[in-house]
């Protein structure tokens, strides 16, 4: 995954899921890291797993859906550190529904997080790393391109995370700062199992067995299959990649 040893990193939703590996490989590969969420509790266990790998980590509680907290936070990191050198954006949620069963509340909430907080979270970061470059990667999704029943406003929301990404680093560009955007297909996290949750409680026998079968390469993705390619994208060896899409989901998308 390369050597992150000398640089800061942020990770937002570092609670669990892609957030929660992306934060321990990180450390893991050297970085000095500061991981945020919502849910203390949580992101003491990402601190007790990183120290387990042998390494180390800061957690903060934050909201990005509030620009207070976001601003907070990178401004004691550059504060503490100098500098911030990479950001990984994974904070995210769902809202899952038939379409007409949405209410006005789900829009708000899953636009909060996916939209206002990743609009919060590069803003601040782009004006941390004016002065000496940088790299944001977002954690976007497949279903900003290929429709998926029953997600209607999340598949919104991460059609706009993908111009939000593409904006910003044509705009961020001159000031040396390379903004990425990796999209996800299932993975095997938290959100997945609230989806199959949803589903079978509406009568559908759904299992992560179907989703498997659906994709060309014939299983699930992984945390940390989301982690490898976030840290790549950070790396040097990605360093003429800006605007990107990286699609990680074992080619769902293609079916």
């Known amino acids: 995954m390369g050597d992150f040893s000398g640089k800061t990193v942020l990770v ?16 893991t590969a050297g970085a ?43 401004a004691e990191i550059v504060a503490r550190q100098g500098r911030l050198d990479c950001a990984a954006n994974c904070a995210g949620i769902d809202a899952i529904a038939a379409f007409t069963d949405y209410t006005e509340a789900d829009y708000d909430r899953v636009f909060g997080a996916n939209v206002k907080g990743l609009f ?14 940088g790299v944001i990667v977002n954690v976007g999704s497949i279903a900003g391109e290929k429709v998926i029943r029953g997600n209607g406003i999340y598949n919104a929301s991460k059609a706009a995370a993908n ?9 961020a560009a001159e000031h040396g ?16 199992h609230e989806f199959l949750a949803h ?6 026998a759904l299992s992560e067995a179907d989703i498997a079968a659906a994709a060309p390469l014939k299983r699930i993705g992984t945390p940390e299959d989301i982690a490898a390619a976030i840290l790549f994208l950070c790396s040097p060896k990605s360093a003429f ?11 769902f998308r293609l079916t």
Request: proline fraction near 3%; include cysteine.
């Open 12 to 27: 937002t939703g570092a609670t669990s899921g892609m957030g929660r590996a992306t934060a321990i490989a990180f450390a």
């Open 163 to 171: 111009m939000l990404t593409r904006t910003a680093a044509l705009e």
């Open 32 to 74: 000095t890291v500061f991981a945020v969420g919502r849910r203390a509790h949580e992101g003491q266990e990402t601190l007790d797993l990183i120290r387990q790998a042998g390494s180390e980590a800061q957690f903060r509680t934050v909201d990005v859906g509030v620009e207070a907290e976001v601003a907070a936070v990178v």
């Open 241 to 251: 990649t800006t605007g990107a899409s990286l699609s990680i989901d074992g080619g």
């Open 120 to 133: 919060f979270c590069l803003k601040h970061e782009i004006l941390a790393m004016r002065a000496g470059g």
């Open 177 to 192: 700062i390379r903004i990425n955007e990796v999209a996800p297909g299932p993975v095997e996290t938290p959100m997945l």
């Open 199 to 204: 589903a079978a409680a509406a009568g559908s």
